[in-house]
């Protein structure tokens, strides 16, 4: 398959994985940070840290859409769906993660509440246009990648004229979730930070739309190399050696190695598309992270007829996370998913009762699907011998 | 003779009414004009509520399966061939050759009878390929809307002629050879296509076929199987994960052994779907003695079922059950049973 291959080349990576050992420098520690879940999927799909020397750890961050939306804005959209009667719009994991009460979509679906699965905002457009007589609300989440597409949705539904579509927009920004992560108590050197972190495999998807440029202050102001990888195991592989070769230089800049995809500047075109339509919220809460200022949009004024918040008058809710999830802690990198005491007992990716076990891109999913025979092994060689395939 | 059903029903434009499942004359009239006459075999053809059927030598095989695919017609097959395959399959999985089948129709006020009709021939030409024959069934009709144009629910009945065969899900010992017949995920990638009206260079059929021939050779050359099974629903990945947790073993498969098509592979990246997961309908896979598997392999390649057929990996010793892949790049990882619902209505 082309374009795909090319980047799971088997020689290759083993190339890599070799000059990754040779770099790192005995007794050092290198503690990165992938902050997206594409990237958190792609390490655990692929094996990578099987890949990696000792001195490497890998620390997953909070780029996982679905997981960072708090409780209380699940609850807003169930009662959209419950309170409002309207048909609500949704991608496919947003359906199993709980609310308050436990209460999922795929619950208020079976309830008979009208949730509809969609794989595109344009996907909900024509169930807009097929029900005019019902209101329609997609109900958008993610990064800058997915805010486009929304923009291109509202005026898709503009040009038809319809009249029962809105958009529950919950659409955040990665700089502004980095800045929180890097000024928290637990990162700053000077407050004694339990997290050590080195440096960061920046955004694939997300780059590609805002450019590497946002990133610069980090790099700047924070003294943190940032590498934008893409979602390839080789992408993933190289970034890192980028990384080691910058902190053993003590170099903190921001390096391109999604360079087929990412420019400086980032699409200009789809920035001027969000700019048109959204602005800044003072703050949104984030699951793991809470309030965090300028981080998220909504629908500026002249497009307020779209926001399904004020249409239907939507109050803010406080939402209640399931008792003993440490959703929290593993989004910011304190605690790793088999620190949490629910890992694999009471949550799993069958009945999650936190948002990072239900995402692919979750930590918690990706550490219980891939990897969880690491925890089953804890203290015995990573390569069990009897575990080789070939007789 | 006077015609017993003087007005013969309008199959170009008749549809299915309630009265086609209320027991009366509309309802014979039906069975008869689209069932046995499709369906063509002396047993259905006595008209009684039972067939008796002669009892064979040796073990019987019975299985049942349901079928709601969606949508009914998808490239390489319909929910009719499907409903022979599917059973015929789950009887051969035990070594076992398919005589019987039973069919139970759910129908749906208003479904067009041409659409039941090719149905219900499709289901016959698949039926007649694969030697079995339709001997008993019923039809039931349900108020529009209580049903999604039609249900099937297909009974196999097979016979296990070899006293050596002694195929089980709990069988598979470590050091044990894990083989499939072929490519994995046609069928899931091919309804998915349909459904998202994906279009590909190559179109991408499913594999809807009955493997009992392919299955005959396999036991005739290896009696000593292990276990067979076919990875319908959930994949590779449920398969081999039902196979560890029966047997107490764990599985190691490696990546780069697993057959797929470069367009399957494809689509599931774009789709996001993991082909280990995806469904197969006329894929097989067995776990047998390493001694006994090269043997194996050459019986399976030589059947233009099995041409694609590989060693994929072998079964180890894992008190924790696990089926562990080696990846391309030469990580680990586990291959996880399919969480919450992929593809709903596959089968």
Same mark, same amino acid.
């Given at each position: 398959?082309?374009?795909?291959?090319?980047?799971?080349?088997?020689?290759?990576?083993?190339?890599?994985?070799?000059?990754?050992?040779?770099?790192?420098?005995?007794?050092?520690?290198?503690?990165?940070?992938?902050?997206?879940?594409?990237?958190?999927?792609?390490?655990?799909?692929?094996?990578?840290?099987?890949?990696?020397?000792?001195?490497?750890?890998?620390?997953?961050?909070?780029?996982?859409?679905?997981?960072?939306?708090?409780?209380?804005?699940?609850?807003?959209?169930?009662?959209?769906?419950?309170?409002?009667?309207v048909i609500l719009c949704?991608?496919?994991?947003?359906?199993?993660?709980?609310?308050?009460?436990?209460?999922?979509?795929?619950?208020?679906?079976?309830?008979?509440?009208d949730?509809r699965?969609v794989?595109?905002t344009l996907d909900a457009v024509t169930i807009a246009q097929d029900n005019r007589d019902r209101p329609v609300v997609f109900?958008?989440?993610?990064?800058?990648?997915?805010?486009?597409?929304?923009?291109?949705a509202?005026?898709r539904a503009?040009?038809l004229r319809l009249g029962n579509f809105?958009?529950?927009?919950?659409?955040?920004?990665?700089?502004?979730?980095?800045?929180?992560?890097?000024?928290?108590?637990?990162?700053?050197?000077?407050?004694?930070?339990?997290?050590?972190?080195?440096?960061?495999?920046?955004?694939?998807?997300?780059?590609?739309?805002?450019?590497?440029?946002?990133?610069?202050?980090?790099?700047?102001?924070?003294?943190?190399?940032?590498?934008?990888?893409?979602?390839?195991?080789?992408?993933?592989?190289?970034?890192?050696?980028?990384?080691?070769?910058?902190?053993?230089?003590?170099?903190?800049?921001?390096?391109?190695?999604?360079?087929?995809?990412?420019?400086?500047?980032?699409?200009?075109?789809?920035?001027?598309?969000?700019?048109?339509?959204?602005?800044?919220?003072?703050?949104?809460?984030?699951?793991?992270?809470?309030?965090?200022?300028?981080?998220?949009?909504?629908?500026?004024?002249?497009?307020?007829?779209?926001?399904?918040?004020?249409?239907?008058?939507?109050?803010?809710?406080?939402?209640?996370?399931?008792?003993?999830?440490?959703?929290?802690?593993?989004?910011?990198?304190?605690?790793?998913?088999?620190?949490?005491?629910?890992?694999?007992?009471?949550?799993?990716?069958?009945?999650?009762?936190?948002?990072?076990?239900?995402?692919?891109?979750?930590?918690?999913?990706?550490?219980?699907?891939?990897?969880?025979?690491?925890?089953?092994?804890?203290?015995?060689?990573?390569?069990?011998?009897?575990?080789?395939?070939?007789? | 003779?006077?015609?017993?059903?003087?007005?013969?029903?309008?199959?170009?434009?008749?549809?299915?009414?309630?009265?086609?499942?209320?027991?009366?004359?509309?309802?014979?009239?039906?069975?008869?004009?689209?069932?046995?006459?499709?369906?063509?075999?002396?047993?259905?053809?006595?008209?009684?509520?039972?067939?008796?059927?002669?009892?064979?030598?040796?073990?019987?095989?019975?299985?049942?399966?349901?079928?709601?695919?969606?949508?009914?017609?998808?490239?390489?097959?319909?929910?009719?061939?499907?409903?022979?395959?599917?059973?015929?399959?789950?009887?051969?999985?035990?070594?076992?050759?398919?005589?019987?089948?039973?069919?139970?129709?759910? %129908?749906?006020?208003?479904?067009? *009878?041409? $659409? !039941? /009709? +090719?149905?219900?021939?499709?289901?016959?030409?698949?039926? =007649?390929?694969?030697?079995?024959?339709?001997?008993?069934?019923?039809?039931?009709?349900?108020?529009?809307?209580?049903?999604?144009?039609?249900?099937?629910?297909?009974?196999?009945?097979?016979?296990?002629?070899?006293?050596?065969?002694?195929?089980?899900?709990?069988?598979?010992?470590?050091?044990?050879?894990?083989?499939?017949?072929?490519?994995?995920?046609?069928?899931?990638?091919?309804?998915?296509?349909?459904?998202?009206?994906?279009?590909?260079?190559?179109?991408? %059929?499913?594999?809807?076929?009955? *493997?009992? $021939? !392919? /299955? +005959?050779?396999?036991?005739?050359?290896?009696?000593?199987? =292990?276990?067979?099974?076919?990875?319908?629903?959930?994949?590779?990945?449920?398969?081999?994960?039902?196979?560890?947790?029966?047997?107490?073993?764990?599985?190691?498969?490696?990546?780069?052994?697993?057959?797929?098509?470069?367009?399957?592979?494809?689509?599931?990246?774009?789709?996001?779907?993991?082909?280990?997961?995806?469904?197969?309908?006329?894929?097989?896979?067995?776990?047998?003695?390493?001694?006994?598997?090269?043997?194996?392999?050459?019986?399976?390649?030589?059947?233009?079922?099995?041409?694609?057929?590989?060693?994929?990996?072998?079964?180890?010793?894992?008190?924790?059950?696990?089926?562990?892949?080696?990846?391309?790049?030469?990580?680990?990882?586990?291959?996880?049973?399919?969480?919450?619902?992929?593809?709903?209505?596959?089968?």
């Amino acid at each position: 398959m082309r374009y795909v291959d090319e980047y799971r080349d088997a020689t290759l990576g083993r190339g890599l994985a070799r000059a990754i050992a040779a770099a790192v420098r005995p007794g050092t520690r290198y503690n990165l940070m992938e902050f997206c879940g594409g990237h958190t999927h792609a390490i655990a799909r692929h094996g990578l840290e099987d890949l990696l020397p000792e001195g490497v750890r890998l620390i997953h961050g909070p780029g996982c859409p679905v997981c960072v939306l708090p409780v209380g804005r699940l609850d807003m959209a169930i009662s959209l769906v419950r309170d409002h009667g309207v048909i609500l719009c949704t991608y496919g994991d947003m359906m199993r993660v709980p609310g308050s009460e436990g209460v999922t979509l795929l619950k208020v679906k079976a309830e008979g509440g009208d949730v509809r699965m969609v794989y595109s905002t344009l996907d909900a457009v024509t169930i807009a246009q097929d029900n005019r007589d019902r209101p329609v609300v997609f109900f958008a989440i993610g990064f800058e990648t997915t805010t486009p597409p929304t923009a291109l949705a509202v005026s898709r539904a503009a040009s038809l004229r319809l009249g029962n579509f809105s958009v529950f927009c919950n659409h955040v920004l990665t700089p502004a979730a980095i800045q929180s992560l890097l000024d928290s108590p637990a990162v700053r050197d000077l407050e004694g930070g339990s997290i050590p972190l080195d440096g960061f495999i920046g955004p694939a998807h997300v780059s590609t739309v805002i450019g590497a440029r946002p990133y610069e202050y980090f790099a700047e102001e924070y003294r943190k190399p940032v590498v934008i990888a893409g979602f390839e195991p080789l992408d993933v592989l190289q970034a890192v050696l980028m990384l080691v070769r910058q902190i053993n230089d003590d170099r903190s800049v921001v390096e391109v190695q999604y360079a087929r995809a990412v420019t400086r500047t980032g699409n200009e075109k789809a920035q001027a598309v969000v700019a048109g339509m959204f602005e800044l919220r003072k703050a949104f809460d984030w699951r793991g992270l809470g309030p965090v200022p300028y981080s998220a949009l909504r629908f500026n004024a002249r497009h307020a007829a779209w926001d399904a918040e004020r249409r239907f008058a939507l109050a803010d809710r406080p939402g209640r996370d399931s008792r003993g999830c440490d959703c929290g802690a593993i989004l910011r990198g304190v605690k790793e998913p088999r620190d949490c005491r629910l890992f694999g007992t009471a949550c799993t990716p069958d009945t999650p009762k936190g948002a990072c076990m239900v995402s692919s891109e979750g930590a918690c999913a990706a550490y219980w699907i891939h990897g969880r025979f690491r925890d089953a092994r804890l203290g015995e060689d990573r390569r069990c011998a009897n575990h080789s395939p070939t007789p | 003779m006077r015609q017993p059903f003087p007005h013969p029903l309008n199959l170009d434009t008749g549809l299915v009414e309630m009265s086609h499942g209320a027991g009366g004359r509309a309802m014979a009239q039906l069975i008869n004009q689209v069932f046995v006459a499709a369906f063509d075999n002396p047993l259905l053809g006595q008209g009684n509520d039972q067939a008796r059927l002669p009892m064979p030598a040796g073990r019987l095989v019975v299985t049942t399966d349901g079928y709601v695919i969606t949508p009914r017609v998808f490239p390489g097959g319909d929910i009719g061939s499907l409903a022979v395959h599917g059973t015929v399959n789950d009887v051969a999985m035990a070594g076992a050759v398919p005589l019987y089948l039973t069919a139970g129709f759910v %129908l749906e006020e208003g479904l067009p *009878l041409a $659409d !039941l /009709v +090719a149905i219900v021939r499709s289901m016959a030409r698949a039926a =007649r390929e694969a030697g079995v024959s339709v001997v008993t069934g019923d039809t039931k009709v349900v108020e529009r809307g209580g049903c999604d144009g039609l249900f099937i629910t297909t009974t196999g009945v097979g016979v296990i002629t070899d006293d050596r065969l002694d195929l089980s899900g709990d069988k598979a010992r470590p050091g044990d050879l894990i083989l499939v017949s072929g490519t994995l995920g046609d069928h899931g990638v091919a309804v998915m296509s349909q459904r998202e009206t994906l279009t590909f260079e190559t179109p991408i %059929l499913s594999d809807s076929a009955a *493997l009992h $021939d !392919l /299955v +005959a050779d396999m036991v005739e050359a290896v009696p000593e199987i =292990r276990a067979m099974r076919d990875p319908t629903r959930g994949g590779l990945a449920a398969t081999l994960n039902e196979l560890a947790q029966q047997s107490g073993v764990g599985m190691a498969i490696r990546e780069a052994d697993i057959p797929l098509k470069p367009a399957v592979r494809g689509a599931c990246e774009l789709l996001g779907l993991d082909p280990l997961t995806v469904a197969n309908e006329g894929k097989l896979l067995a776990i047998c003695p390493p001694e006994r598997a090269e043997a194996l392999l050459e019986a399976m390649r030589a059947h233009p079922l099995g041409h694609e057929a590989a060693v994929i990996g072998r079964v180890v010793q894992d008190p924790d059950c696990f089926v562990q892949m080696e990846t391309r790049l030469g990580g680990r990882r586990i291959v996880d049973w399919l969480a919450g619902e992929q593809l709903p209505r596959i089968c």
